[in-house]
């Protein structure tokens, strides 16, 4: 039987620079949540807390730019989320946790990601950042709001239908339309419905290239769902309500100018607007109602016929 000697058998250490080198590896493969007080109300709200030792909103910013920086040159990937002080406090009282520690400042931040607005930080400006994250809190409010919105009509006297789901089929219908018919190009969609308590806005920008696999009149191929999601959620809401909203389609094609179509909504249905009508819908002031000198470069479209009407609501 062979025989192996431990005799001189030391423990085997690990050089610092080694150990160095596999905890900044480490570092790169956790990800990292930067709470972010976006504006200076919220950033009053919180010097309330003895622990939250910043006394200047601007220079908290600065900071916050600094650290995001700093994470970024480690490789960290890094998700800035928008830090609410009401919410942050209803949270602490639910938890039984101390609001005026950093811990449990850092346990609320974690968990935003997962039900607030946060959005990947990838070296953007803080100045372009902050808007940014406000955007995103203001998109996932109104999505959630028309989201509630269409689960509390419930179901249709007559025929027992549940009229928010037959408005989203009916508005998810209606967009496949109004891309297929914008064909190649850069497009960016406006819904606008008066709801019961505030207006709901939602923005949907999509490309088809020429070479869309889906051919010309196709659906666009590049499409981001969540939007997506927020569009058709919103114009549903004016299909359920039968309010008197409207879409506007701004196309972009290279060497040619920006075309506008419009659209309003009839009876749950998307009605085309005459080139007149949407040259006055963009050249009017939605406050004051004066006019307003049209954009250079630009033609004034009138919306396009969507086909024929075979989704309907049925309430």
């Not at 085997?12 to 150990?19: A, D």
């Not at 891309?179 to 709901?200: I, Q």
Request: aromatic share 6%; with cysteine.
């Amino acid at each position: 039987m062979a025989h192996t000697d431990h005799s001189d058998r030391t423990p085997r250490r690990t050089p610092h620079g080694t150990l160095r080198t596999a905890r900044r590896g480490l570092r790169r493969e956790v990800p990292s949540t930067v709470g972010l007080l976006a504006d200076e109300r919220d950033f009053t709200a919180m010097r309330c807390y003895r622990t939250f030792t910043f006394d200047d909103h601007a220079a908290y910013l600065r900071g916050i730019d600094g650290l995001l920086k700093s994470l970024a040159s480690q490789g960290v990937h890094t998700t800035v989320a928008l830090f609410d002080p009401e919410e942050y406090a209803e949270y602490c009282a639910e938890s039984g946790l101390d609001p005026d520690t950093a811990d449990s400042r850092g346990r609320f931040t974690a968990r935003i990601p997962g039900s607030g607005a946060a959005i990947a930080y990838t070296g953007q400006p803080i100045d372009s950042l902050v808007p940014q994250l406000i955007s995103t809190a203001v998109r996932r409010a109104t999505w959630e709001y028309a989201t509630t919105l269409l689960a509390d009509l419930g179901e249709c006297a007559d025929c027992g239908q549940d009229i928010g789901r037959a408005a989203f089929d009916r508005a998810s219908h209606l967009l496949l339309r109004l891309l297929e018919g914008a064909g190649s190009g850069t497009h960016h969609l406006v819904c606008s419905v008066p709801a019961v308590d505030e207006r709901l806005l939602a923005v949907l920008r999509t490309e088809c290239p020429d070479s869309s696999p889906d051919g010309p009149g196709g659906v666009p191929a590049r499409l981001d769902s969540s939007q997506a999601a927020e569009f058709v959620t919103v114009l549903a809401v004016g299909i359920a309500l039968e309010s008197a909203g409207g879409v506007v389609l701004r196309t972009t094609r290279a060497d040619d100018p920006d075309r506008l179509h419009g659209w309003r909504l009839q009876r749950g249905s998307l009605v085309p607007l005459t080139a007149g009508e949407v040259f006055s819908a963009y050249c009017t002031d939605a406050d004051t109602g004066e006019p307003v000198s049209p954009e250079f470069g630009v033609e004034y479209c009138p919306g396009f016929d969507l086909g024929p009407d075979d989704t309907g609501t049925h309430h």
